[in-house]
T-cell receptor, first 111, second 117 residues
Framework: RKEVEQDPGPFNVPEGATVAFNCTYS??????FFWYRQDCRKEPKLLMS???SGNEDGRFTAQLNRASQYISLLIRDSKLSDSATYLC????????????FGAGTRLFVKA | NAGVMQNPRHLVRRRGQEARLRCSPM?????VYWYRQLPEEGLKFMVY????????ESGMPKERFSAEFPKEGPSILRIQQVVRGDSAAYFC???????????????FGSGTRLTVV
């Protein structure tokens, strides 16, 4: 089983749609969780941290379910500029410092 | 305040040559991480370094690959006797020391795209 698993997609949605991505992780001792965004041939950039209480940043909402070991990202009112690959990221746990990246979910937003 | 600087941006090497990739962390960051991304794949952890110290190299191939982060100067990822399968994007990230908040994410450099011909 992969340490961090994501549906690779692609998700093809029209502008204005709401889209949700899920991610599961295997290490129950993981401490920190993030969503990163990566545009084609560019470096990953931090989109948002994920907290147990859930957090929102504009059109983006992230949720963490520790019991089920999954993380979600919800994008409302999709824009063309949201087209990218979204990486689920899990950090730490049981004394380790390593940060594990999921393989990413590709999103295409169409006009 | 410059971000994470990687150079070169693009590197072409013939099979059997050596590749040296450099990474200068953000100012104030003392931890450096190297990741490799093969075409159409996710980022794979390679190595985690502090100044003059390798913390975790569990993702490094056993042969031909080495990394260092000297007291002065950038971190170097070195690949000896490159093969076609080494062609990938190599990203470096830096972060604050481990005492930083656990929810502090990484800042990545723009990457070095290595092509082995």
């Amino acid at each position: 089983r992969k340490e961090v698993e994501q549906d690779p997609g692609p998700f093809n949605v029209p502008e204005g749609a709401t889209v949700a991505f899920n991610c599961t992780y295997s290490n129950s001792a993981s401490q920190s969780f993030f969503w990163y965004r990566q545009d084609c041939r560019k470096e990953p950039k931090l989109l948002m941290s994920v907290y147990s209480s859930g957090n929102e940043d504009g059109r983006f909402t992230a949720q963490l379910n520790r019991a089920s070991q999954y993380i979600s990202l919800l994008i409302r009112d999709s824009k063309l500029s949201d087209s990218a690959t979204y990486l689920c990221v899990v950090k730490g746990g049981t004394g380790g410092f390593k940060t594990i990246f999921g393989a990413g979910t590709r999103l295409f937003v169409k006009a | 305040n410059a971000g994470v600087m990687q150079n070169p941006r693009h590197l072409v090497r013939r099979r059997g040559q050596e590749a040296r990739l450099r990474c200068s962390p953000m100012k104030g960051h003392s931890h450096v991480y190297w990741y490799r991304q093969l075409p159409e794949e996710g980022l794979k952890f390679m190595v985690y370094l502090q100044k003059e110290n390798i913390i975790d190299e569990s993702g490094m191939p056993k042969e031909r690959f080495s990394a260092e982060f000297p007291k002065e100067g950038p971190s170097i990822l070195r690949i000896q006797q490159v093969v076609r399968g080494d062609s990938a994007a190599y990203f470096c990230a830096s972060s604050l020391p481990t005492g930083a908040p656990a929810n502090y994410g990484y800042t990545f450099g723009s990457g070095t795209r290595l092509t082995v011909v």
